[in-house]
Nanobody, 125 residues
């Protein structure tokens, strides 16, 4: 059973930094691309960044490109999201998930239901 535990969010002022992490279990982590998603109140969940299984290729949504950096540690089954130059519009609950592929239009697996509890990121102006 897929189990995802996000942590490392928090309250930060605009311009600050946070580094959420996501610990995964229940599947062969090395075999899967991983994606970060976020959901703000009243909005649909959206993709933020993804990384291929081999760690080489990454992709970023336009609204975080140049500010966020995704990375993964396959030995620890963990994916990270370094968030710099935070903006109030980054406020959301952040989730991770294994994804079919990492590209500009990445989405979760169809019928994926094993979402973690997410980690809240709140950025004040």
């Amino acid at each position: 059973e897929v189990h995802l535990v996000e942590s490392g969010g928090g309250l930060e002022q605009a311009g600050g930094s946070l580094r959420p992490s996501c610990a995964a279990s229940g599947f062969t982590f090395d075999d899967y691309a991983m994606g970060w998603f976020r959901q703000a109140p009243g909005k649909e969940r959206e993709g933020v960044s993804c990384i291929k299984s081999g760690r080489g290729y990454t992709n970023y949504a336009h609204f975080v490109r140049g500010r966020f950096t995704i990375s993964r540690d396959n030995a620890k089954n963990t994916v990270y999201l370094q968030m710099n130059s935070l903006k109030p519009e980054d406020t959301a609950v952040y989730y991770c998930a294994p994804i079919p592929s990492c590209n500009s239009d990445y989405v979760p697996f169809r019928d994926f239901t094993s979402w973690g509890q997410g980690t809240q990121v709140t950025v004040t102006s």
